[in-house]
């Protein structure tokens, strides 16, 4: 599944040993006050703190915690990729280097815990490490035939729900699990199943657990109202379910269809910003905010002013038409959530296919949006009249 997750650093090792501060376990718990390390006894339920002395606490938990195997391997089991590999390469060396630091919930995670630690390399880079206490049960648990047979399940499924909600936004979690039983080789009990995208969504923050749904977090906002919004625009279309190794390219959140309409805007836009001497974005760069732009239900002028803002000038209007030409061939070519992971040309063919016509006035489709038809004009002054 490795070629299909994202955001995978590249780390070495440091070779500059005065870069490492060879802190022990009970000397970075001494760095942390008596709240959070009681949060600390709490996560690897280690009990009777409540009235130690801070010395005291430090003391014990540097003991107890390097023996809570059950407890680690539930923090191990639900890492991302990324600060798994993180992980593994400080815990096959004194200590590994990158040149930044995550910002990720699972990485927080794992310094809170006193898991993985950072200080700034002389060369500017960072050094990782983890407390020596630690090494022999990570690698056991690590080596254990059980826990990567666990751990390639629980990764193949946050792969599937990340390519959903790439496609959907939001769907019920039956559903995904009727697509993960319907793809994948090993049958998934709906029990493991929910415990699973529970525990997944509280350690990497990368989607919501809302009700019985699994929801984008760009939708999971203002209690909810987008997400709602999209399932009622969304239930009229039959999903799209393409074949499994094109459904799983969607777990890059990046990942987009690129047809020749991306590359001619792109060569377009470039020529224009060839004479710039600051430009807010490269070419490329702006075809993905436009694209993204799209995706959200934007309409023309939000679009235009995207351009203008990033300093795009056009000498005529046939100019700009063309411009406009190829980012109405990209809408028509997009899949979007209020259309259940369709393009609107897919929509419009199927539409054709069966001699029926766009729904008159559809509450679906924003009245200033690229009308679904695929004439390029807005829905309001085309099928939307």
Known sequence: MANILTNKQTHSTCETSDCFPCTSLKEILLQKRVVDLRLIAQAFDIKSVSRMTKNELAETLAAAMPTKESALHSILLFLPA??????????????????????????????????????????????????????????????????LAEQQLVQSIDCYAMAALSLYGILRQDELLQIVNQYHTQQVSATAFSATLSSLASASGAYVCWEDYLVHPALAVSNFTPAQKVLQQSAQYARYLPAKTVFLKYADWTYYERNLSFVALEQHLNKKLHSLTNSKYSAEELVQKVYQYIRKNANNQAIVNLLLSSGIRFDSIPDAQKAMNYIVDIYNSTRTWVLNGNTPRELSIHQRHSSSAIPEKSSSISRNAFCPCGSGKKYKKCCGQ
């Not at 990324?82 to 995670?109: G, I, K, M």
């Not at 993985?116 to 060369?123: G, M, R």
């Open 82 to 147: 990324s600060t798994q590999h993180l992980l593994s390469q400080a815990a096959n060396a004194p200590y590994c280097r990158t040149a930044d630091v995550p910002h990720s919930h699972a990485y927080a995670t794992l310094e809170r815990l006193c898991l993985l630690q950072s200080t700034p390399c002389q060369d500017g880079q960072h050094c990782f490490y983890m407390p020596e206490e630690w090494k022999a049960l990570y690698h056991a648990i690590q080596s254990a035939p059980a826990f």
